[in-house]
């Protein structure tokens, strides 16, 4: 009798990391306002997103970074941005940097649980050196641009050609557009795959991230509508990334895999100043008001339990990595000491979110000659705290209060004219860099100013106004006053273990 056991338990335990295992599907929309789905704006027309996110699972506290390198970093590695020095902006072209090597990144888990791993579309996490690579963290396969910005037909950007089939660079797609690319090589790597081998296809796509290049058959979508030329360039994109989410979904019909597949879609931030809109709310890309951080996102597949409604827990993006190892049959060992929780129970069953409270970002410097930087906000179930300089473009025009001697930095910004390729900073003229100097330390975040709770602060109940109108650090009233010395408490004590160089 042992021997059949013993082989009924190999079968079994054989079974968990084969077909049993779900597959994974996530897509990254690149520059995507949170108003900007047909769902919440009629003018839009992206019918296969509005179907999956309806009958899915939509999450109206998703956040991830401010700005794309960061959100895919902490993805990826389940960590904030700022315990491992990726807090300060994107990386930029031909930077000698990438996402530390000593993180463990997500497909490198799934891989020793079995999974094939594939990547399509952005990386925008570095690629200096070989280590740096896709196909040296995890992914099997690689398909795509490694930079964080180019010409959908060209492919240039920042003076080089960029694109690339795993770690070689593929000259002959030169001419053709990039969602033509991704659509086949989304379809090619799903028809490859089988039931018997569970899969991740991280697809991080270019839409509708600039320059705005839709197709034409997408943009004939809004032809008749009284629409800028801007936003039906932009709204082309997205009716393009509807089209490629579309043959995602229905390569996994056709391949019987989608019973078994979780399609995770997200924002990888807010929408640009001057292109989309992250409305209700304050705030766009590169800021930490809640329009630039707050995803579009949502969840769907039929393996999970309850569908078709809202979920409003707090979930952020480096629990996903966790999450998605844990559905996987594998879990995250403590010492790797990620800031990531696992959300099984909330994304799944519709549970209460694990999470109290969250870091959108810690950066005490100034940089790229723009106070971009300098700034701190964390949240708790109801309030938030801002510190230092939330982001120039907060959607209400720019705000005095934050940025001492406004009209100064006007003229100054204005005169910016060079953008170097080798680090991709901001240069100013010398007697201009002088006062944008004097006006970003006025900004910066210190550590004597978090040590005595002191500088450029605001408090808001998420609960009560969550479109952050109403700033309450400065109140009386002992529930407003305790919640703020719970946050800047809160700011203290990662600070001590991670304060950035």
């Known amino acids: 009798m042992k021997l059949p056991i013993l082989i009924a338990l190999v079968g079994f335990f054989q079974g968990i990391h084969t077909s049993k295992q779900p597959n994974f599907v996530w897509i990254f929309a690149d520059d995507l306002g949170y108003h900007d789905i047909g769902l919440r704006n009629p003018d839009l027309h992206t019918p296969t997103l509005d179907k999956l996110a309806t009958k899915g699972v939509q999450f109206k506290n998703n956040y991830v970074m401010h700005?794309?390198?960061?959100?895919?970093?902490?993805?990826?590695?389940?960590?904030y941005p700022f315990t491992s020095q990726m807090q300060k902006d994107v990386i930029f072209p031909v930077s000698p940097d990438c996402s530390p090597l000593k993180l463990k990144f997500l497909p490198e888990y799934l891989k020793e649980l079995g999974y094939g791993t594939h990547a399509v579309g952005k990386w925008h996490l570095g690629y200096c050196r070989e280590d740096c690579m896709p196909t040296s963290r995890g992914f099997d396969s690689f398909y795509?641009?490694?930079?964080g910005e180019g010409d959908y037909l060209t492919h240039m950007s920042a003076g080089f050609y960029d694109w690339h089939t795993n770690g070689?660079?593929?000259?002959?797609k030169s001419g053709q557009h990039s969602q033509d690319l991704h659509t086949a090589a989304l379809a090619d790597i799903i028809e490859r795959q089988t039931e018997e081998k569970p899969f991740f296809l991280y697809f991080a796509a270019q839409n509708p991230h600039t320059p705005l290049q839709a197709k034409k058959k997408d943009m004939k979508k809004y032809?008749?509508?009284?629409?800028?030329?801007t936003l039906k360039k932009y709204y082309g994109l997205i009716t393009g990334l509807d089209g490629m989410v579309k043959t995602i979904k229905d390569t996994l019909e056709k391949k019987n895999l989608l019973n078994n597949t979780y399609i995770i879609f997200l924002a990888d931030n807010g929408a640009d100043v001057g292109i989309g809109s992250n409305e209700p709310f304050r705030g766009t890309k590169s800021t930490l008001w809640e329009g630039g951080v707050?995803?579009?996102?949502?969840?769907?597949?039929?393996l999970l339990k309850k569908t078709g409604y809202e979920n409003d827990g707090l979930i952020h993006i480096t629990d996903w990595m966790p999450t998605l190892v844990s559905l996987a049959g594998g879990s995250v060992p403590e010492s790797e000491g990620i800031d990531g929780i696992n959300q099984v129970a909330m994304v799944t069953d519709a549970r209460k979110s694990e999470r109290k409270d969250m870091v959108y970002n810690l950066d005490m410097e100034s940089q790229f000659g723009l106070p971009s930087s300098g700034q701190i906000a964390v949240r708790d179930e109801r309030y938030k705290l801002l510190w230092g300089f939330p982001?120039?473009?907060d959607g209400y025009g720019l705000t005095t209060t934050y940025l001492a001697k406004v009209e100064e930095f006007k003229v100054i910004y204005k005169s910016l004219t060079t953008r170097e390729k080798r680090a991709g900073r901001f240069?100013?003229?010398e007697d201009d860099q002088k006062v944008m100097n004097r006006l970003l330390a006025e900004l910066t975040v210190s550590v004597d100013d978090i040590e005595r709770g002191t500088g450029f602060m605001?408090?808001?109940d998420l609960i009560k106004d969550p479109y952050e109108t109403y700033d309450l650090s400065t109140s009386d009233e002992p529930e407003h006053q305790e919640a703020l010395h719970k946050l800047i408490t809160f700011v203290q004590t990662p600070v001590g273990h991670y304060l950035p160089g």
Do not use: E
Request: charged share 20%.
């Open 427 to 429: 240069t100013y003229p």
């Open 144 to 147: 795509g641009t490694l930079d």
């Open 391 to 393: 982001g120039q473009n």
């Open 458 to 460: 605001r408090l808001f």
């Open 223 to 229: 032809k008749n509508q009284n629409l800028s030329d």
């Open 67 to 79: 700005a794309c390198s960061p959100s895919r970093h902490s993805f990826m590695s389940g960590r």
């Open 294 to 302: 707050k995803s579009l996102s949502f969840i769907y597949s039929p």
């Open 168 to 172: 070689t660079v593929d000259r002959s």
